[in-house]
């Protein structure tokens, strides 16, 4: 064992598993955002954060456990700010969260791209993704049971029907826009497909 090693294996055992898993995450994040996803190795990000590997296998069993945490963690923040929707003002409260959602993937440059294709690409990624759209339409579904409490849209709308349309709005809007990634033009795309649905849905201004 080095030197340098054993100085850093003393360091570490001071440090909480938290605070350990913490700084391993955050360094992984910071590589993967500096030189991409597939660029970066295991051997990289320990010697960055200057932990043995060992400690970050016990944290991560493999490199795409750092990148379901980080979509984990994005996925928490989206949930968020559906969860401040106004059911009062379906309308705006959708395309206000829409914009808010922007600026969330936009803060995360290039990275989003790269997560997006490992949700197509790596099945771990793929059930991470149909788990996180299944809560997208429970949220949804009672944000409208909500908006038909208030008589804003037809008695006659299934929730739970209209939140799985929803969502394959709010799918389509999103991959559309990370392939052209425009500020301002999330809102833009959700918005537009969002009219046509609540026209349909006997939406009530």
């Not at 990634?181 to 609540?198: K, Q, Y």
């Amino acid at each position: 064992m080095t030197t340098v090693m054993t100085v850093v294996i003393k360091a570490n055992r001071g440090r909480s598993r938290s605070e350990l898993r913490g700084s391993i995450f955050e360094t992984a994040i910071r590589l993967f955002r500096e030189r991409g996803y597939a660029r970066t190795s295991v051997d990289e990000i320990v010697a960055t954060a200057r932990v043995a590997k060992g400690t970050f296998f016990n944290f991560f069993p493999t490199k795409l456990d750092v990148m379901k945490a980080y979509y984990a963690r994005i996925d928490i923040d989206i949930a968020r700010r559906r969860a401040r929707m106004n059911p009062a003002l379906p309308l705006e409260a959708l395309r206000d969260y829409a914009s808010a959602v922007e600026t969330i993937l936009l803060s995360e440059g290039g990275l989003m791209l790269e997560l997006l294709e490992l949700a197509t690409s790596e099945p771990a990624m793929r059930r991470l993704d149909a788990d996180s759209g299944a809560c997208d339409g429970d949220d949804f579904a009672a944000y409208l049971s909500k908006v038909g409490d208030l008589g804003r849209i037809g008695s006659h709308v299934d929730p739970v029907k209209a939140s799985a349309a929803i969502v394959d709005l709010w799918s389509g809007a999103v991959r559309a826009w990370l392939a052209h990634p425009v500020e301002g033009s999330l809102g833009a795309l959700f918005g537009e497909r969002i009219d046509m649905l609540f026209h349909g849905l006997g939406y009530r201004s």
